[in-house]
Nanobody, 121 residues
Framework: QVQLVESGGGLVQAGGSLRLSCAAS?????MGWFRQAPGKEREFVAA????????VYGDSVKGRFTISRDNAKNTVNLQMNSLKPEDTAVYYC?????????????????WGHGTQVTVSS
């Protein structure tokens, strides 16, 4: 069982930036970020393939967020710029155990416990 541990959440003003990181305890393939705001369903944010050559983003974060990974360190990062109050949510790191690349939540096997991101207006 692979463990995922997120870090980097916090409180930031609208227009600011945050960088989330996720460390995996073992081998994973695609990795992604999802988020869940109070009273809402968990939402896809971004995903990156094992090689890092392919990325995909949710419509609400395109052009503002950037996902990257370092396979030597088993980490994935999410650089979040131009943050908006509607980005406020718990952000979860996720990973697949087989080589599929998708933003579909059902394909992710491993999940972190989440890190809170709060954007004030």
């Amino acid at each position: 069982q692979v463990q995922l541990v997120e870090s980097g959440g916090g409180l930031v003003q609208a227009g600011g930036s945050l960088r989330l990181s996720c460390a995996a305890s073992g081998r994973t393939f695609s990795m992604g970020w999802f988020r869940q705001a109070p009273g809402k369903e968990r939402e896809f944010v971004a995903a990156i393939s094992w090689s890092g050559s392919s990325t995909v983003y949710g419509d609400s974060v395109k052009g503002r967020f950037t996902i990257s990974r370092d396979n030597a360190k088993n980490t994935v990062n999410l650089q979040m710029n131009s943050l908006k109050p509607e980005d406020t949510a718990v952000y979860y790191c996720a990973a697949t155990r087989i080589p599929v690349f998708s933003g579909s939540i059902s394909l992710y096997d491993y999940w972190g416990h989440g890190t809170q991101v709060t954007v004030s207006s």
